[in-house]
């Protein structure tokens, strides 16, 4: 059963910091992994998407790295700004067989941008 | 597009009475999840369903759990009777296979309490 663990919980960084977020899964056998953005009381806002095949993706000042063989991934996050606060979700898709098309949701990490 | 939609986006109701959640998917996606979020357990997925039939339900707490998709653009999840414990956010979402790669878009969420 895949499990996917987010380091830390919380962080609270000053503005303009550069900032990693971690990702950890148990069964490397995986067709994606997406990370998603939620504003307090709102929904999750995808943000990046990187297939198994890949190490990274970019978007803006979001970079996301994948290391499938050790159950990893992080989200660097540049330049980090007050707007950046928020909580951000890590969630793999496992392999293309019946029933594997389902998201599993680490329990996020709730960043906090101070100005 | 708009987006997923979902209705309501607040539910109070008594305990003992039915619940009925309902989402709109993204236009033309044919995967519809829906997931129920809690501080203790977080996301959680429910159901899904592929080009409208229900795919796996083994995330449904209980009997009193049901959903449906009648049609490419609607899918409602009924609780009936409602418990206390069933208050949480429910998320609809939508993917698209293909080049789209399964990428999960979400709605707004349902905030439901049953007192």
């Known amino acids: 059963k895949q499990e996917v663990t987010q380091i830390p919980a919380a962080l609270s960084v000053p503005e303009g910091e550069n900032l990693v977020l971690n990702c950890s899964f148990t069964d490397s056998a995986i067709y994606n992994l997406q990370w998603f953005r939620q504003d307090p009381g709102k929904g999750l806002t995808s943000l990046l998407l990187?297939?198994?095949?890949?190490r990274e993706q970019t978007s803006g000042r979001l970079n996301a790295s994948l290391d499938k063989s050790s159950g990893r991934s992080t989200l660097y996050i540049a330049a980090s700004q007050p707007g950046d606060s928020a909580t951000y979700l890590c969630a793999v898709r496992g392999v293309r067989i019946q029933g594997a098309q389902k998201l599993v949701f680490g329990q996020g990490t709730r960043l906090t941008i101070n100005p | 597009d708009a987006g997923v939609i979902q209705s309501p986006r607040h539910e109070v109701t008594e305990m003992g009475q039915e619940v009925t959640l309902r989402c709109k998917p993204i236009?033309?996606?044919?995967?519809l999840f829906w997931y129920r979020q809690t501080m203790m357990r977080g996301l959680e997925l429910l159901i899904y369903f592929n080009n409208n039939v229900p795919i796996d339900d083994s995330g449904m707490p209980e009997d009193r759990f049901s959903a449906k998709m009648p049609n490419a653009s609607f899918s409602t999840l009924k609780i009936q009777p409602s418990e206390p414990r069933d208050s949480a956010v429910y998320f609809c979402a939508s993917s698209l296979e293909g080049k789209s790669l399964l990428e999960a878009f979400f709605g707004q969420g349902t905030r439901l309490t049953v007192v």
């Open positions: 236009s033309g996606h044919d995967y």
């Open positions: 990187i297939q198994s095949s890949q």
